[in-house]
């Protein structure tokens, strides 16, 4: 014993074995699957698996007509973020509003 401190010695730690790693590592992964799959299923809750059937009505984004929404707009060039500078009608000086009142109906 030197100034007060004893000296002590250093045993080696207990060794885990092969077989106790592998299960510990299938219980983290086991519990880590769970916990994702529990916080999707809270996050989503709408998403199912029929929500991926491919034999739903299918929508053609090219055909349709415009019609008139007398609500007004859904969103502004101010509003919106991602209008960049070459679409914004407003700030590029277009002078008429009424194409703000029309929405694509699909058909």
């Known amino acids: 014993m030197a100034n007060g ?3 002590v010695s250093e045993e080696e730690p207990p060794r885990i ?3 106790k790693r592998l299960y510990n ?3 983290i ?3 880590s699957a769970l916990l994702i799959a ?3 299923h809270l996050l989503f809750p709408h998403v199912t698996p029929d929500s991926f059937s491919s034999e739903k ?3 053609d984004l090219f055909s349709g007509k415009w019609i008139q929404d007398a609500s ?3 969103y502004t060039n101010t ?3 991602f209008i960049s500078y070459p679409q914004n009608c407003l700030t590029n000086g277009r002078p008429d509003t009424g194409y703000l009142l029309l929405e694509m109906e699909t058909i």
């Open 38 to 40: 529990f916080s999707c």
């Open 72 to 74: 007004g707009p859904a």
């Open 79 to 81: 509003s919106c973020s």
């Open 5 to 7: 401190w004893e000296v």
């Open 29 to 31: 992964l086991l519990g």
């Open 25 to 27: 590592l299938l219980l």
């Open 17 to 19: 074995s092969n077989g």
């Open 57 to 59: 009505e299918e929508c």
